[in-house]
Structures are given as structure tokens and as C-alpha cells.
């Protein structure tokens, strides 16, 4: 059981490029989630889906789509990467639909992309 | 607008003594809470949440945490710190109504547990 697993762990791109950051999560959960975080900024979510086939904006969407491939699968996709998009990207999943509230959350080990 | 405050950027204390790791919020309603926990170049991991009931709130690691409704904290507590504590700790709050997906966290709270 890996529980979330995330590729790549490290990126490097130049302005302008795309790339498609993959999430993946062995534990049967509905809800599926990415965040990024900042130093001294906590995590910001950037899209969520709360079930199979559905997804939603979160606070920092901007620049960003996201595609729930299947139950197991969501995929963070930036079309023109900017500098701003330098930062710590977490997937994260959690047991019911519609991002219960009472959920827990279980994060990914990240990956770590700079936008030179 | 609904926010999650760590006073404290980073926190030290030594090895075997108490420590306590703070958290205020401003959400409307009465938010579900959570602490999490983050080891260098690691994922975020679990330590306990408050739902509804008791007030102390017992988690992972020996870690417990107080929520206090009429101060709208939920600090994170622990008896006797281990140097192995030492790591990233982030307050997150979830609204009882509003946007299902949203998980506000705080900014982050450095441990330093020293031998």
C-alpha cells in the first residue's frame, strides 16, 4: 500500500514550457486534491475533486488544469509555465465524495518544481 | 476573510520538556480543525483533528490538542518534547458550510527540540 504517489520529485523548467505533474493514490478515496506551498505561506489549494469525473477551482487556479484520469488519478497540468509557478506541488486524497469535512487528508511526498 | 494564524514562525524547547505549538483562526462557525506535521522533504502527515465533544483532542506521537471555542484557538500540546519532534507543523481549518473543497491552513510553526 503506497498510499499517494507523486512524479516527478524534482523539476526544472524554463519559461514558457509545459508539463503535466501526475498523482496517484492506492486507497480507494473519492477526493482528490492539489496544493502548492511557499515558504511562510502555508498551502494554497489549486483545484480539488470531490468524486470521480468532477472538478472545482480552489483558492490559486490561475495557470493551472487539472484532469481526474479515474478514481485513482489527478493530473496538474501547466500549459505556460511562469517563475510565479516556482514552488512545492502536494497531492493529497481523502475517503469520501464531495471533500467531506470531516476528512482526513493524506498528502503525497511532493514535488519540488523551479521555473527559471 | 477566513484565516488560520501561527503567531510563532518557529517554537524551541528542550528535549523532556513541555511544549506547545499555537493556533488561532477566523472562520465563521464552529471549523473542523486539524494539525499536521511535515518532516524535511517529506509529504504532510496526520496528527489529530477536532470534530465535536471533548475539548482535548489526543493524537499521534503523544501529541494532544486544546480547542477553546471562546478564544478560537486549538493549540498543539505535548508533555515531554523528543528531539525527533523537530519538524514542520501547519493549523488547518475547514469551514462547516461553504466551499466543500477548502482546507485553510496556517502558514507553519518551525519545532526545535534540542538535546
Known amino acids: 500500500n503506497a498510499g499517494v504517489t507523486q512524479t516527478p520529485k524534482f523539476q526544472v523548467l524554463k519559461t514558457g514550457q509545459s508539463m503535466t505533474l501526475q498523482c496517484a493514490q492506492d486507497?480507494?478515496?473519492?477526493?482528490m486534491y492539489w496544493y502548492r506551498q511557499d515558504p511562510g505561506m502555508g498551502l494554497r489549494l489549486i483545484y480539488y475533486?470531490?468524486?470521480?469525473?468532477?472538478?472545482d477551482k480552489g483558492e490559486v487556479p490561475n495557470g493551472y488544469n487539472v484532469s481526474r484520469l479515474n478514481k485513482r488519478e489527478f493530473s496538474l497540468r501547466l500549459e505556460s509555465a511562469a517563475p510565479s509557478q516556482t514552488s512545492v506541488y502536494f497531492c493529497?486524497?481523502?475517503?469520501?465524495?464531495?471533500?467531506?469535512?470531516?476528512?482526513?487528508?493524506?498528502f503525497g511526498p511532493g514535488t519540488r518544481l523551479t521555473v527559471l | 476573510a477566513q484565516s488560520v494564524a501561527q503567531p510563532e514562525d518557529q517554537v524551541n524547547v528542550a528535549e523532556g520538556n513541555p511544549l506547545t505549538v499555537k493556533c488561532t483562526y477566523s472562520v465563521s462557525g464552529n471549523p473542523y480543525l486539524f494539525w499536521y506535521v511535515q518532516y524535511p522533504n517529506r509529504g504532510l502527515q496526520f496528527l489529530l483533528k477536532?470534530?465535536?465533544?471533548?475539548?482535548l483532542v489526543k493524537g499521534s506521537y503523544g501529541f494532544e490538542a486544546e480547542f477553546n471555542k471562546s478564544q478560537t484557538s486549538f493549540h498543539l500540546k505535548k508533555p515531554s518534547a523528543l528531539v525527533s519532534d523537530s519538524a514542520l507543523y501547519f493549523c488547518?481549518?475547514?469551514?462547516?458550510?461553504?466551499?466543500?473543497?477548502?482546507?485553510?491552513f496556517g502558514q507553519g510553526t518551525t519545532l526545535q527540540v534540542k538535546p
Open positions: 475533486s470531490a468524486s470521480e469525473g468532477t472538478t
Open positions: 488547518a481549518v475547514r469551514p462547516r458550510s461553504g466551499n466543500t473543497g477548502k482546507l485553510i
Open positions: 477536532y470534530i465535536t465533544g471533548d475539548n
Open positions: 486507497m480507494n478515496h473519492n477526493s
Open positions: 493529497a486524497s481523502s475517503p469520501t465524495k464531495l471533500a467531506g469535512f470531516t476528512d482526513t487528508q493524506y
